[in-house]
T-cell receptor, first 112, second 114 residues
Framework: GQQVMQIPQYQHVQEGEDFTTYCNSS?????IQWYKQRPGGHPVFLIQ???SGEVKKQKRLTFQFGEAKKNSSLHITATQTTDVGTYFC????????????WGLGTSLAVNP | DGGITQSPKYLFRKEGQNVTLSCEQN?????MYWYRQDPGQGLRLIYY???????QKGDIAEGYSVSREKKESFPLTVTSAQKNPTAFYLC?????????????FGNGTRLTVT
């Protein structure tokens, strides 16, 4: 079945270091969404990517959608302790949100 | 202040009992969802509803039931037939059920069944 693989599962960085998480789909996606879940909290929507090769930035966060629309990445520049949490990607083949395929998430820990 | 309210935050039940988790939204969203989150397993869709009085099974609907009698409310019942009910349950809503409509999540209910 369709899968969205997300790596790494865990990442431990020193404050100030960069961080990247990757999502790879076995099939072409219509779009991909990114969410952040703080420890003990709930997922919060960050961004949606729709176009092939799309790059979007939110302050220190850079999101990319691959040319083939099968992979995506989230890069955080100069991590801060407020970046701690689990980052999820969720890919769609199109149409209905019911068809969102969630990655297992990357848990980020930041040492001050 | 608009949002999604889930209650209670923590819930404890004995095995064999049905339990209903509440989810209310005042965002005027058409679509609502129930997800289950287990450590290391990500989010798995239990049920979803695109409009009032209509709902569909998600990937892991067995042992669960829902209703959507009002646009604002989408309660989830965890029945005694659910073999592993202990989990973190997340309710979400979106403007529409289309995939360009991001999900807004409630704070979740952590259910423990012993």
């Amino acid at each position: 079945g369709q899968q969205v693989m997300q790596i790494p599962q865990y990442q431990h960085v020193q404050e100030g270091e960069d961080f990247t998480t990757y999502c790879n789909s076995s099939t072409t996606l219509s779009n991909i969404q990114w969410y952040k879940q703080r420890p003990g909290g709930h997922p919060v929507f960050l961004i949606q990517l729709v176009k092939s090769g799309e790059v979007k930035k939110q302050k220190r966060l850079t999101f990319q959608f691959g040319e083939a629309k099968k992979n995506s990445s989230l890069h955080i520049t100069a991590t801060q302790t407020t970046d701690v949490g689990t980052y999820f990607c969720a890919g769609s083949k199109g149409g209905n949100n019911r068809k969102l395929i969630w990655g297992l998430g990357t848990s980020l820990a930041v040492n001050p | 202040d608009g949002g999604i309210t889930q209650s209670p935050k923590y819930l404890f039940r004995k095995e064999g009992q049905n339990v209903t988790l509440s989810c209310e939204q005042n965002l005027n969203h058409d679509a609502m969802y129930w997800y289950r989150q287990d450590p290391g397993q990500g989010l798995r869709l239990i049920y979803y509803s695109q409009i009032v009085n209509d709902f569909q099974k998600g990937d892991i609907a067995e042992g669960y039931s829902v209703s959507r009698e009002k646009k604002e409310s989408f309660p989830l019942t965890v029945t005694s037939a659910q073999k592993n009910p202990t989990a973190f349950y997340l309710c979400a809503s979106s403007t529409t059920g289309q995939d360009n409509s991001p999900l807004h999540f409630g704070n979740g209910t952590r259910l423990t069944v012993t």
